[in-house]
Nanobody
Framework: QVQLVESGGGLVQPGGSLRLSCEAS????????MGWYRQAPGKQRELVGV???????NYTDSVKGRFTISRDAAKNTVYLQMNSLKPEDTAVYYC??????????????WGLGTLVTVSS
């Protein structure tokens, strides 16, 4: 059984910064990639950014230059550093991982989400 737990969400003023963390635990052999998604009220879930096992990253255009994804493979943890936050960044942020289990299965696993509110 594999679980993802996000942390670090909260209330921040426009222009401020916040760091989110996501730790994977359970019967994990390896993780091919981890990423962050978000869902704002009344909108569909969208990709924020991903990091591969090799360390390469990509981001949606709206966060480029402001958000940074990093990964600690030894801890099965991914981080999202968010700078210069805008009100439109307000959303529930979800962590997703593609994990390889001991049985050789590839599983897409989601966390329960953490709320980020950007408001003055």
């Amino acid at each position: 059984q594999v679980q993802l737990v996000e942390s670090g969400g909260g209330l921040v003023q426009p222009g401020g910064s916040l760091r989110l963390s996501c730790e994977a635990s359970g019967s994990i052999i390896s993780i091919t990639h981890m990423g962050w998604y978000r869902q704002a009220p009344g909108k569909q879930r969208e990709l924020v950014g991903v990091v591969s096992i090799g360390g390469s990253t990509n981001y949606t255009d709206s966060v480029k230059g402001r958000f940074t994804i990093s990964r600690d493979a030894a801890k099965n943890t991914v981080y999202l550093q968010m700078n210069s936050l805008k009100p439109e960044d307000t959303a529930v942020y979800y962590c997703k991982a593609m994990v390889v289990t001991a049985g050789g299965r590839y599983l897409e696993v989601w966390g329960l989400g953490t709320l980020v509110t950007v408001s003055s």
